[in-house]
């Protein structure tokens, strides 16, 4: 390709509110450009990426077994309702009618579509095991779209769902698309772990979430440095550091009333008492699926709110209103205690593991401006219920080998499920076994966000001058500049090396463009393919100088020697 017929509009200024890297260099070098929030178009070399990233993608998994096909992108609300999900999935289901008034969705996820696909076509068991995916644009009206690619509203994804007659079937063809996903992102050349994660909105039991290491990262995940432990923080456990109290423990001692005038939350009351905040319990008032839920942890932890709904098996999780807490709870926010909950009618109350055996500790007294003091959680609250609840910490180890745990950023690139009968069972997709009775198709499913695996293989190959492109995902694979396109022997030797390298099935691009060299070295670097060739005043010999991108090694070569030294160069 001859770079002056390329639309590669390079920008020197990006607008402000392109935070991430990704986001700024892509828009620098030509590669998107915005046509509303959240929504890109793909312009020549940002297209060509993409494709890259998609025929990895294609080729994994063909080689698993998967078939490819095609579904639509619009889908009658009917399914959804049938799923159940029409109404749980949110604000970020774009819905839509039609003119004569009938709903319809723009496809965030096709579970329902696939399942009533599969429930109308499959009815033996002799054409299952069978997993089917697609590559195709989804929708979600984010409520914040930002950092460009990353978290859009249109995206292009990969989505794969398998079919099995029981659920050992199923943990085989999850086992095979977790590899898939482990070879597809080795091959992009991503840093990446697999994490242990929550099924969110898709449901389903065991997940794993495939999350590309960066900065700008959305995600918090959790990982042991000497064993193969990984998690992401809304699933992560950790051991909790034996803690180290401020007071010695007199178990004789009751507890006590103190007035504690507008301490009503940790800090405060922490300097108020001059006690660490590992000895207040907090005492969060919830509303579990509209009932009253209160939850004790302890005063240097978070609370972790998808634990919470799995263990009291609820749809939604709120924070209970401050007339509630008065009206239903009969205390007062900022003050509330467990001591006259704990066994109270309507009142579910669970306590974090950190708050197993406190003693010293401090609690809300139920009246504003009073805590209790001197409290011993196994003697004041015996019959209390116990759970995971918290977000790990730092100073936490790993629950396997007690190594301590490290904190990092990650972009989810990948994500895989195991439905289950989920969908199965409310869209009635069922086969006949071998005895003729009917049975539940067992589904999982398969996601990777391939514009997002874009973005993410950006944030982790750049530096100061532009992008660095690893060789599977590159547009081009070499870059050839021509440095006066005036001089006759640099424009013959260009031309001989361009058809050389494209007959042996090279990918180039020829910057042939009257510019300043200056500008064509900036745009070299800006764009970012693995190789610069430059023809420039030693072009009568024959000889270029060549620039590897990734570490900036430069040095000259004889054109004789050039296509033997890219072939070694890209093997």
Same mark, same amino acid.
């Given at each position: 390709?001859?770079?002056?017929l390329?639309?590669?509009?390079?920008?020197?200024d990006v607008?402000?509110?392109?935070?991430?890297?990704?986001?700024?260099l892509?828009l620098?070098?030509?590669?998107?450009?915005?046509?509303?929030?959240?929504?890109?178009?793909?312009?020549?070399?940002g297209?060509?990426?993409?494709?890259?990233?998609?025929?990895?993608?294609?080729?994994?998994?063909?080689?698993?077994?998967?078939?490819?096909?095609l579904?639509?992108?619009?889908?009658?609300?009917?399914?959804?309702?049938?799923s159940?999900?029409?109404?749980?999935?949110?604000?970020?289901?774009?819905? =839509? /009618?039609d003119?004569? *008034?009938?709903?319809?969705? $723009?496809?965030? !996820?096709? %579970?329902?579509?696939?399942?009533?696909?599969v429930?109308?076509?499959i009815?033996?068991?002799?054409?299952?095991?069978?997993t089917?995916?697609q590559?195709?644009?989804k929708?979600?009206d984010?409520?914040?779209?930002?950092y460009?690619?990353?978290?859009?509203?249109?995206?292009?994804?990969k989505?794969?769902?398998?079919?099995d007659?029981?659920?050992a079937?199923?943990?085989?063809?999850?086992?095979?698309?977790?590899?898939?996903?482990?070879?597809?992102?080795?091959r992009?050349g991503?840093?990446f772990r697999?994490?242990e994660?929550?099924?969110?909105?898709?449901?389903?039991?065991?997940t794993?979430e495939?999350?590309a290491?960066?900065?700008?990262?959305?995600?918090?995940?959790v990982?042991?440095?000497?064993c193969?432990?990984?998690?992401? =923080? /809304?699933?992560?456990? *950790?051991?909790?550091?034996? $803690?180290?109290? !401020?007071? %010695?423990?007199?178990?004789?001692?009751?507890p006590?009333?103190?007035h504690?005038?507008?301490?009503?939350?940790?800090?405060k009351?922490?300097?108020?008492?001059?006690?660490?905040p590992?000895?207040?319990?907090?005492?969060?008032?919830?509303?579990?699926?509209g009932?009253p839920?209160?939850?004790?942890?302890?005063?240097?932890?978070?609370?972790?709110?998808?634990?919470?709904?799995?263990?009291?098996n609820?749809?939604?999780?709120?924070m209970?209103?401050?007339?509630?807490?008065?009206?239903?709870?009969?205390?007062?926010?900022?003050?509330?205690?467990?001591?006259?909950?704990?066994?109270?009618?309507?009142?579910?109350?669970?306590?974090?593991?950190?708050?197993?055996?406190?003693?010293?500790?401090?609690?809300?007294?139920n009246?504003?401006?009073f805590h209790?003091?001197h409290v011993?959680?196994?003697?004041?609250?015996? !019959?209390?219920?116990?759970a995971?609840?918290?977000?790990?910490?730092?100073?936490?180890?790993?629950?396997?080998?007690?190594?301590?745990?490290?904190?990092?950023k990650?972009?989810?690139?990948?994500?895989?499920?195991?439905?289950?009968?989920?969908?199965s069972?409310?869209?009635?997709?069922?086969?006949?076994?071998e005895?003729?009775?009917?049975?539940?198709?067992?589904?999982?499913?398969?996601?990777?966000?391939?514009?997002?695996?874009?973005?993410a293989i950006?944030?982790?190959?750049?530096?100061?001058?532009?992008?660095?492109?690893?060789h599977?995902?590159t547009?081009?694979?070499?870059?050839?500049?021509?440095?006066?396109?005036?001089?006759?022997?640099q424009?013959k030797?260009?031309?001989?090396i361009?058809?050389?390298?494209?007959?042996a099935?090279f990918?180039?691009?020829?910057?042939?463009?009257?510019?300043r060299?200056?500008?064509k070295?900036?745009?070299?670097d800006?764009?970012?393919?693995?190789?610069r060739?430059?023809?420039?005043k030693?072009?009568?010999?024959?000889?270029?100088?060549?620039?590897?991108?990734?570490n900036?090694?430069?040095?000259?070569?004889?054109?004789?020697?050039?296509l033997?030294?890219?072939?070694?160069?890209?093997?």
């Amino acid at each position: 390709m001859r770079q002056q017929l390329l639309l590669n509009p390079t920008l020197r200024d990006v607008p402000a509110d392109a935070e991430a890297v990704s986001h700024r260099l892509m828009l620098r070098a030509g590669f998107i450009r915005q046509l509303s929030s959240g929504i890109y178009s793909y312009l020549p070399l940002g297209l060509k990426a993409l494709r890259n990233i998609q025929q990895i993608v294609q080729e994994e998994m063909d080689a698993a077994g998967a078939q490819e096909m095609l579904m639509p992108a619009l889908h009658p609300s009917e399914l959804w309702k049938e799923s159940g999900r029409w109404d749980i999935y949110g604000p970020e289901l774009m819905r =839509l /009618e039609d003119r004569n *008034g009938r709903e319809f969705a $723009l496809g965030a !996820t096709h %579970e329902e579509v696939i399942t009533s696909l599969v429930r109308d076509e499959i009815q033996s068991y002799k054409k299952l095991p069978m997993t089917l995916y697609q590559i195709q644009t989804k929708f979600r009206d984010e409520r914040r779209p930002r950092y460009g690619l990353l978290r859009g509203r249109e995206f292009l994804m990969k989505d794969a769902y398998s079919f099995d007659r029981s659920s050992a079937g199923l943990d085989l063809s999850y086992k095979q698309m977790y590899n898939a996903y482990d070879r597809i992102f080795r091959r992009t050349g991503l840093k990446f772990r697999a994490v242990e994660a929550d099924s969110g909105a898709i449901g389903g039991t065991d997940t794993h979430e495939f999350m590309a290491l960066a900065d700008v990262g959305e995600d918090t995940i959790v990982y042991c440095p000497s064993c193969q432990y990984a998690a992401n =923080l /809304e699933k992560a456990v *950790g051991v909790i550091p034996e $803690l180290q109290m !401020t007071a %010695e423990t007199n178990n004789s001692t009751p507890p006590e009333k103190i007035h504690t005038p507008q301490a009503s939350s940790i800090k405060k009351l922490s300097q108020f008492l001059n006690v660490k905040p590992q000895q207040i319990i907090k005492t969060i008032a919830l509303k579990a699926d509209g009932a009253p839920l209160v939850v004790l942890i302890r005063g240097d932890y978070e609370l972790n709110e998808i634990k919470i709904r799995q263990v009291v098996n609820a749809e939604q999780i709120s924070m209970m209103t401050e007339d509630e807490i008065m009206n239903e709870l009969r205390s007062v926010a900022g003050f509330i205690g467990p001591i006259g909950l704990l066994g109270r009618s309507g009142v579910q109350l669970i306590a974090d593991d950190s708050v197993r055996g406190l003693t010293e500790a401090v609690i809300g007294a139920n009246e504003a401006d009073f805590h209790l003091q001197h409290v011993q959680v196994d003697r004041d609250l015996p !019959t209390l219920m116990y759970a995971d609840l918290r977000n790990v910490a730092e100073g936490d180890t790993c629950v396997h080998c007690l190594s301590e745990l490290v904190f990092a950023k990650g972009i989810e690139v990948g994500h895989v499920f195991k439905l289950g009968t989920k969908y199965s069972h409310s869209l009635g997709a069922v086969y006949n076994d071998e005895a003729g009775a009917s049975q539940d198709i067992v589904m999982g499913c398969y996601g990777i966000g391939i514009s997002r695996v874009l973005a993410a293989i950006v944030e982790q190959n750049h530096d100061d001058y532009g992008i660095i492109w690893p060789h599977a995902i590159t547009p081009f694979s070499i870059h050839l500049l021509t440095v006066k396109t005036q001089d006759e022997a640099q424009m013959k030797l260009s031309e001989h090396i361009y058809d050389t390298l494209t007959r042996a099935g090279f990918s180039v691009l020829w910057d042939d463009r009257e510019e300043r060299p200056g500008v064509k070295f900036h745009d070299a670097d800006l764009l970012g393919f693995p190789l610069r060739l430059t023809v420039g005043k030693k072009a009568a010999e024959s000889s270029i100088e060549c620039k590897e991108r990734r570490n900036g090694n430069q040095y000259e070569l004889q054109v004789d020697n050039l296509l033997a030294h890219c072939q070694t160069f890209f093997n």
